[in-house]
């Protein structure tokens, strides 16, 4: 082996190594790690790990930041053969005489031209980025000729050699280019795929995590209990499915097409228009938001199942006068939002609304079930209460009311958003009752029992699905956002932000609100009605079949009031609405009454009103003892409560009441009311709308009288 002589820079300039340390070098120990040799080969000349490692270093790091002796300081002291910088790490490796396979054309990347220049000294470009070298001698003039070609420049100028010219630009200048050039950046489809997935996956398990259980408690209590296949599984299936697209594309587009404007509303319509003026875009307000509603086509649909003989006016109603049925619950809903209004006005406190409004419902209620005639409308009339709190309605007049609250200066009070959904759940009682008596007024029940009604004819092309729905889409959508429209540009005169991201929620809105209807269509309702339909199996011999009933009488009875309650109870707790109240509730309340303790408390209310109901249709019970015995004994808690626990006791009740769980609901006493022989099938909803009320207030009350029980027993101590 060859002992190459090592130079190595100090504060006195290029020194020869030791024989110590020529001894070190021979064993693969690199003392001098400041500069080093190389060959003309473009390596080190044994090519030992030690030595191959310290290059990498050397290359990579800046010298401040260098493993070397301590005692090499300061950037007079770096020294570096250019070789190392200009040959390539792969390259270095190599033997004393390389061959011909080993020389390489020059590098274009080569950074020895400006070395060159920085140093003023004639580079000669070696270690195989030359030309072919001539045979070197060998032997001790070998090791002459090789320090010969040795330059040692300062680690300062090699850089500035090869690193590149730069100069500063401002940051505004970028910024200027970038908007006077933009640049759209191409999306491959894996691109759109990574963006896409995620944003739409989370919004389609949340609808999942409603949906799927629901459907799949009712079809396997179906197969495994009532013993009965599912028909047309198939087409339920896919209707399941776009009820929960729908759903997902509808709360995206509310989200982004609709809540912008109701927002901006809410906020400056106070400040621009008079108290009168906002009453009135106020009900207008509520009622477009009605028509919008995804259950309110559920309604329309229910009066098939009811018997004309035995309820004419409920099935006049239902069938030739249904537009007034819509119309009586928006006008009960946009009346509903004025009064919110007034009250965020003069700060009315909910208890003593909530009063006043249950007194004209009750008297209504009253006159209306001692006529026999009337008596089956007060079913539908208190279901339809639970219709109009859905994804629409709710998030547009609570955004108005808020920001109404802030303009009369009640911005601060934490409970200031809660009431309206109570409100907008009454007053659509009272309308459609008073509808309903006056529709006795103008036809005698002899006459209405055999009213002319409009025979089935054959659908039209455009009649018929997916026209229908896409024609119902557009007809309950569009109304609501060019009625926003008009009050933001018209009224408020302002421009809307960002109508690109507007006319994306608007788009999302329409072909949300197709898929569910829809699913509604050929999912929800058909499921609903059969599983209806096949409950009374469970006691009693279907008149259309032979059979007997499968199970003991008492013992049927009670399985279907279980069932009625798991499918209250299991449809409560997946609604997301319910649990983003409960986190606001546990916030406001300081941890006294809990998320969890909230939760269970409603969806126990929902079980049981959803069993009584349920009860209501096989035993024939009458509507309006029922009605009169569970809001007479809210009211009576009502009274007892504080107000806190008064605004989250009703406004419970509307939040239950989704998209999903009405349609399916409605279908399901539908189908076992027509099943059992029952006049109509409505009530189950209007029990489950007033059990969450008396639920939360009876834990109200807990908590209040624990809360007493620990002050007194503090004063005591």
Excluded at 142 to 169: C, F
Aim: with cysteine.
């Amino acid at each position: 082996m060859s002992h190459e002589t090592a130079l190595c820079t100090r504060e006195g300039g290029p020194q020869q190594s030791t024989p110590m340390q020529s001894a070190h070098r021979e064993s693969g120990a690199e003392q001098c790690p400041r500069a080093f040799e190389h060959n003309a080969g473009g390596g080190t000349a044994e090519g030992t790990p030690r030595q191959d490692a310290l290059i990498e270093q050397f290359e990579v790091l800046p010298p401040d930041q260098r493993r070397g002796s301590p005692s090499l300081r300061g950037p007079d002291a770096e020294v570096i053969d250019y070789n190392m910088a200009a040959t390539p790490p792969d390259n270095r490796r190599s033997t004393m005489h390389p061959t011909s396979s080993d020389e390489k054309k020059p590098s274009s990347r080569s950074p020895l031209p400006a070395l060159e220049r920085a140093t003023g000294a004639a580079v000669d470009p070696v270690g195989g980025h030359g030309a072919a070298q001539p045979p070197r001698p060998a032997g001790p003039a070998a090791g002459r000729a090789e320090r010969q070609r040795y330059r040692h420049v300062r680690y300062g100028d090699l850089l500035a050699a090869v690193r590149p010219k730069q100069r500063a630009v401002s940051y505004n200048a970028v910024a200027a280019h970038q908007r006077a050039h933009p640049q759209r950046a191409p999306l491959r489809l894996k691109d759109v795929h990574r963006l896409v997935t995620p944003y739409a996956s989370i919004r389609f398990l949340e609808q999942l995590r409603v949906v799927l259980p629901l459907a799949l408690f009712l079809a396997l209590f179906q197969i495994a209990a009532l013993r009965t296949g599912i028909e047309q599984s198939a087409s339920v299936t896919l209707g399941i499915l776009a009820v929960m697209l729908g759903l997902m594309f509808f709360m995206e587009g509310i989200k982004h097409g609709l809540m912008p404007f109701s927002e901006a509303i809410g906020y400056a319509l106070p400040n621009r228009l008079t108290r009168g003026a906002v009453l009135a875009v106020a009900v207008a307000l509520g009622m477009a938001a009605t028509f919008a509603e995804p259950a309110i086509g559920a309604l329309r649909a229910a009066g098939s199942g009811v018997q004309r003989t035995s309820a004419p006016y409920l099935y006049l109603f239902l069938n030739r006068y249904s537009a007034w049925l819509v119309l009586s619950v928006a006008v009960g809903v946009g009346l509903a939002v004025a009064v919110g209004m007034l009250r965020f006005y003069h700060g009315w406190t909910l208890k003593n609304t909530v009063i006043a409004t249950m007194l004209p419902c009750l008297a209504l209620t009253v006159y209306a079930g001692l006529d026999p005639g009337l008596e089956p409308l007060l079913g539908l009339a208190w279901d339809c209460g639970a219709i109009t709190t859905g994804p629409v309605t709710v998030p547009l007049v609570l955004a108005v009311g808020i920001g109404v609250s802030a303009a009369a200066g009640r911005a601060d009070n934490p409970l200031s958003g809660f009431g309206l959904v109570t409100l907008a759940s009454l007053f659509p009682v009272i309308f459609v009752t008073l509808v309903g008596i006056m529709l006795s007024w103008q036809v005698p029940a002899a006459e209405a029992a055999t009213a002319p009604v409009a025979a089935m004819a054959t659908l039209q092309w455009h009649e018929q699905s997916p026209i229908a729905e896409i024609k119902a889409s557009a007809r309950a959508i569009v109304p609501l956002v060019l009625f926003l429209l008009l009050i933001q540009l018209g009224l408020l005169r302002q421009r809307a932000k960002k109508p690109g991201l507007i006319l994306y929620g608007i788009a999302l809105a329409l072909i949300g609100m197709t898929f569910f209807n829809l699913g509604l269509s050929f999912g929800l309702i058909p499921l609903g009605d059969q599983t209806g339909s096949a409950v009374p199996s469970a006691f009693m011999p279907l008149p259309d079949t032979s059979a007997a009933a499968l199970y003991p009488y008492w013992t049927g009875i009670v399985l279907s009031l279980t069932f009625a309650a798991a499918v209250g109870y299991g449809a409560t707790i997946a609604e997301p609405a319910l649990s983003a109240m409960g986190l606001t509730v546990e916030s406001l309340t300081d941890g006294a009454l809990p998320r969890t303790l909230l939760v269970r408390a409603v969806a126990l209310g929902v079980a049981v009103g959803t069993a009584v109901g349920v009860a209501k249709l096989l035993f024939h019970l009458p509507m309006l003892y029922l009605l009169l015995g569970a809001y007479g004994v809210a009211l009576a808690l009502t009274v007892l409560s504080s107000e806190q626990y008064v605004n989250l006791a009703w406004d419970s009740a509307g939040v239950t009441t989704g998209p999903v769980t009405v349609p399916l609901i409605l279908s399901l006493g539908l189908g076992l009311g027509e099943a059992v022989g029952a006049r109509e099938g409505f009530g189950i909803l209007a029990m489950a709308s007033v059990g969450p009320i008396l639920s939360v207030l009876t834990v109200g009350l807990w908590i209040q009288g624990r809360g007493a029980m620990s002050a007194r027993r503090g004063e005591h101590v």
